[in-house]
């Protein structure tokens, strides 16, 4: 276990996993524990720092969170942001008000006051922080001073140097805030005083004995797609619990060419001693996806079919308990929101029938895709499953618009393959995040020799991203957008037009659906 661990309690926020991903960044160990969580739990974490992090709720009101005495007993330093520092202004005998509209969005921040915070910063000129709250401190707790201010806010920061407690109004782990991670830095190196000591080696093995001790004697089935994260997932359990682990791989049968035989060949030759059951169920799932043409209903399906399947299997298996997924965090803060808006179902998080008869167990829950394929290499995966682009659990049947059939599919299988070979001839698979055809619920007018057609549209999207929480369209040479849509029109029945998707994330989302 590394030495030095900060805790961070979790108040809500959306971007608590981000600021647990930036302190990971800098090389120290991190949990998130939630703000209800036992004084045992708080006392045995051994944390040498503490982060409040940022919520939904206003603070004072009768069912919002409060701050455990607990917390600050334990003599550590602590960072407040955002709920965070209204919580330690408002138990420390500050004033807050409630102000009438929230403010979202950037902020030009002038640092008031000197700080250990701010070192190494350029702070003769404002920069640029991301701000998201309605209420505000107005009147800072004895002990600390006022050490930032933007044009709305008078008090953006505030310090108690003495006691080593500090609070952020602005989020400095979101992307959008310059000095951010220096910030968050100098609280941990310089405030804190700790060393960088944590790695993925060391996730690894934490990530081995958590799994142990959940799953103790028992059993687990694991979700395999051959997607990164399900086998990263696949060897932390391997790992873990050895023979005790089953990895089903289903072929719902929306699936790209030839993708179910390429995947278990690779996953055989790779991963030699996997208990690997392949199940064919591509009838039972387009059954069950006959006629249905909306997004959510398509996923909610998909996702009861996968779990009755997993049921069905485990039951053939003595001794399983569990039920193992590759979820990772972007996967888990989108099928939740504080307000109770879904963006989408996750078919391994919001699809879940509620009466599932397994537990889960979910060992990349908190981490982004770039740090899972960290993990794959530090476990010694190769490039080739590594550098696999993400593919949707609900498969082909959230690109393809409209209801989903054999034939509908089987057009979309054969122009996305097209498209993959053309790009994967220039390199450009890897050098993106994702590309993929989508097939429109459309007809349009073309000609063809002296034919009229009226045939389908596919649409191609390409993004760059670095987590998936946000994307941009890739700009390809238009060579080669030339070549992918003429390789489609001419060789893919059914299809007389090629768009190219210049929409970014967000406002839109990477998949169509
Ligand atoms: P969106 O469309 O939400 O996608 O911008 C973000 C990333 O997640 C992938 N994705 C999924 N992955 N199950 C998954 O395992 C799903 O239901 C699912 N839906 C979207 C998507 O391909 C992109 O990389």
């Not at 190494?120 to 709250?133: A, C």
């Not at 590594?386 to 690109?399: C, D, E, H, K």
Request: glycine share 8%; with cysteine.
């Amino acid at each position: 276990m590394p030495a030095s661990k900060v805790l961070i309690i979790d108040y809500g926020s959306q971007y608590t996993q981000l600021i647990a991903r930036r302190v990971r960044e800098a090389g120290i160990f991190s949990e998130v524990l939630p703000c209800s969580a036992p004084e045992a739990l708080i006392l045995a974490s051994g944390a040498k720092a503490l982060i409040l992090s940022g919520g939904p709720d206003n603070v004072g009101d009768a069912d919002a969170p409060t701050l455990n005495p607990l917390l600050l007993s334990l003599k550590v330093p602590v960072l407040g942001i955002c709920y965070g520092m209204q919580l330690l202004a408002h138990c420390l005998g500050g004033g807050l008000v409630n102000a009438r509209d929230r403010e979202y969005g950037p902020a030009e921040l002038t640092v008031t006051g000197a700080s250990p915070l701010w070192k190494t910063l350029l702070t003769d000129k404002p920069f640029t922080v991301w701000m998201s709250h309605g209420n505000r401190v107005t009147r800072i707790p004895e002990g600390f001073s006022a050490i930032a201010r933007t044009p709305a806010l008078d008090i953006a920061a505030m310090a108690d140097e003495g006691k080593k407690l500090y609070a952020l109004q602005f989020h400095p782990e979101v992307h959008h805030t310059q000095n951010g991670s220096r910030i968050l830095q100098n609280f941990l190196f310089d405030i804190a005083g700790l060393t960088p000591d944590w790695t993925m080696s060391s996730f690894a093995e934490q990530a081995v004995r958590e799994i142990r001790a959940k799953v103790g004697n028992d059993g687990v089935v694991l979700a395999l797609s051959g997607g990164v994260d399900s086998t990263v997932a696949a060897v932390l359990l391997h790992r873990a619990i050895g023979d005790r682990l089953h990895c089903i791989f289903v072929d719902h049968g929306l699936l790209r060419l030839n993708e179910g035989e390429e995947v278990t060949a690779l996953l055989k030759r790779h991963m030699p001693g996997l208990n690997l059951h392949h199940i064919r169920a591509e009838s039972l799932f387009l059954d069950h996806l006959a006629g249905v043409d909306d997004p959510e209903q398509k996923r909610k399906i998909i996702g009861r079919t996968f779990i009755e399947i997993f049921e069905r299997e485990a039951r053939g298996i003595p001794g399983v308990r569990f039920l193992g997924q590759g979820t990772i965090y972007p996967d888990v803060i989108e099928s939740h929101s504080a307000k109770g808006v879904v963006i989408k179902s996750h078919h391994n998080v919001g699809g879940l029938p509620e009466k599932m008869r397994l537990e889960l167990v979910e060992p990349l829950r908190e981490l982004f895709k770039d740090e899972v394929r960290a993990l794959g290499r530090e476990l010694g995966l190769p490039e080739e499953m590594i550098l696999r682009q993400p593919f949707p659990g609900p498969g082909l049947a959230v690109r393809l618009l409209g209801p989903v059939n054999r034939e509908r599919l089987d057009i979309l299988r054969a122009a996305d393959h097209a498209m993959q070979q053309e790009l994967s001839a220039r390199g450009w698979d890897r050098r993106v995040w994702q590309s993929f055809a989508v097939l429109l619920p459309l007809r349009t007018v073309g000609v063809m020799g002296d034919d009229r057609t009226y045939e389908n549209v596919v649409a191609l999207r390409v993004v760059d991203s670095i987590d998936a929480m946000t994307a941009d369209w890739t700009r390809l040479p238009s060579e080669i957008l030339a070549a992918v849509s003429s390789r489609i029109i001419s060789e893919v029945h059914g299809v007389n037009r090629v768009v190219y998707d210049i929409s970014s994330k967000p406002p839109s989302t990477i998949e169509w659906e």
